[in-house]
């Protein structure tokens, strides 16, 4: 099973967006917590890179935690994001999902 971290706007957006890449109705909400929950590994935070490689200051957390994490993907919506695809394994939601459906 491929290790990710996903950007909040991910998660925040599959329990919103009926025509996301995934939907959660407001019954599956607690499910999808313990899913979450149950799915995930805490890492400790690590220590900030000196020179910001996104044009966005708040995105550099997930960039200094991927790496960090050794993940096989960071998945996230954000074009400051998805635009360093040559440093990082940036993938969008779909794009994850569908790499995990393939043989």
Excluded at 12 to 35: H, M, Q, T
Excluded at 36 to 48: A, K, L, Q
Excluded at 75 to 90: F, N, S
Aim: no cysteine; net charge negative.
């Amino acid at each position: 099973m491929p290790r990710a971290v996903l950007d909040t706007n991910v998660l925040v957006s599959a329990l919103i967006a009926p025509n996301g890449a995934r939907y959660v109705s407001g019954g599956e909400v607690d499910a999808f917590v313990e899913l979450i929950r149950g799915e995930s590994i805490v890492v400790d935070d690590p220590v900030p890179s000196p020179e910001p490689l996104s044009g966005d200051p708040d995105d550099e957390y997930l960039i200094d935690l991927a790496p960090a994490a050794r993940v096989d993907a960071l998945v996230t919506g954000d074009a400051h994001l998805v635009a360093l695809r040559e440093q990082l394994p940036v993938r969008t939601p779909r794009e994850f999902l569908e790499s995990l459906a393939a043989p």
